[in-house]
């Protein structure tokens, strides 16, 4: 099932007013947070979204997501539904979703699925920790997001995922042991693994200080070499436009309200 354009772009334009209130909140808190993945691409290669991706991704450092967490509920509007695994009982994941309550989304994993959790079109946000620099500790890192990725429920990531969470909490907490904090700059900065798509890992100085990039007109934070980052995440030329038949949606179906 195709999605039509136009109602793409306005869930599109329903996540931007998202990530504008989200970027007013940090700035109050002064919390740090940058673009990721296919946002990331989309400002560096379209100055805004990606024509067809349907949804935003952001990282935070660990503490930053944590105090997040503790104000979220309060600060954010009643467009936004907070979702985590304990204000979504049924919600699967480990990492935090803004969800719109404007418009849903029913992604490819989901069809079919009898979903209980909310479905509103969605911001990803993302828990980061640093790692020393050494090859043992990459490997660690590169081995634990396998098994981590075995234990988590299905979705776009782990199509073959069990939902094992408390297996899974354990990995997520070793992990977390390993962090360095944010006081040396020869670090790698990681993913934390609450979404453990890909193991990638990037340099400290190459992500601080952040900087600004517009993205739809407006600036947003962004790590200071964002070439260094996508090709961290990136196995393909992400400069150049794939083929048409690659450029699909995550979404099977998208419902205004």
């Known amino acids: 099932m195709a999605i039509d354009p136009k109602m793409l772009r306005e869930a599109q334009l329903i996540m931007l007013d998202m990530l504008v209130e989200f970027d007013a909140i940090c700035k109050k808190h002064n919390l740090k947070y940058w673009l990721d993945s296919g946002t990331l691409l989309g400002a560096v290669r379209h100055e805004g979204f990606i024509p067809w991706d349907d949804d935003i991704d952001l990282s935070m450092p660990l503490e930053d997501?944590?105090?997040?967490?503790?104000?979220?509920?309060?600060?954010?509007?009643?467009?936004?539904?907070f979702q985590t695994s304990k204000t979504d009982p049924t919600?699967?994941?480990?990492?935090?979703?803004?969800?719109?309550?404007?418009?849903?989304?029913?992604?490819?994993?989901?069809?079919?699925?009898?979903?209980?959790?909310?479905?509103?079109?969605?911001?990803?946000?993302?828990?980061?920790?640093?790692?020393?620099?050494?090859?043992?500790?990459?490997?660690?890192?590169?081995?634990?997001?396998?098994?981590?990725?075995?234990?988590?429920?299905?979705?776009?990531?782990?199509?073959?995922?069990?939902?094992?969470?408390?297996?899974?909490?354990?990995?997520?907490?070793?992990?977390?042991?390993?962090?360095?904090?944010?006081?040396?700059?020869?670090?790698?900065?990681?993913?934390?693994?609450?979404?453990?798509?890909?193991?990638?890992?990037?340099?400290?100085?190459?992500?601080?200080?952040?900087?600004?990039?517009?993205?739809?007109?407006?600036e947003f934070s962004v790590p200071n070499d964002p070439s260094h980052y996508l090709d961290s995440i990136y196995t393909f030329n992400y400069r150049e436009l794939p083929p048409v038949k690659m450029r699909t949606t995550h979404a099977h179906e998208i419902v205004l309200d």
Do not use: C
């Open 65 to 81: 997501y944590n105090k997040f967490m503790e104000i979220a509920q309060n600060e954010l509007s009643s467009d936004i539904f």
């Open 91 to 218: 919600f699967k994941f480990d990492y935090i979703k803004l969800r719109s309550n404007r418009a849903k989304i029913v992604e490819f994993h989901e069809k079919d699925r009898a979903i209980e959790y909310h479905q509103g079109v969605f911001v990803d946000i993302f828990p980061m920790l640093t790692l020393p620099n050494s090859s043992f500790h990459e490997k660690f890192y590169n081995g634990i997001f396998k098994f981590i990725r075995s234990v988590s429920s299905v979705s776009l990531h782990t199509p073959n995922g069990e939902d094992l969470p408390q297996t899974r909490k354990k990995l997520l907490d070793a992990l977390a042991l390993m962090h360095q904090g944010w006081k040396k700059d020869n670090l790698k900065v990681i993913y934390s693994g609450e979404m453990p798509d890909v193991a990638a890992w990037f340099d400290y100085s190459k992500i601080f200080p952040l900087k600004t990039m517009l993205f739809e007109g407006l």
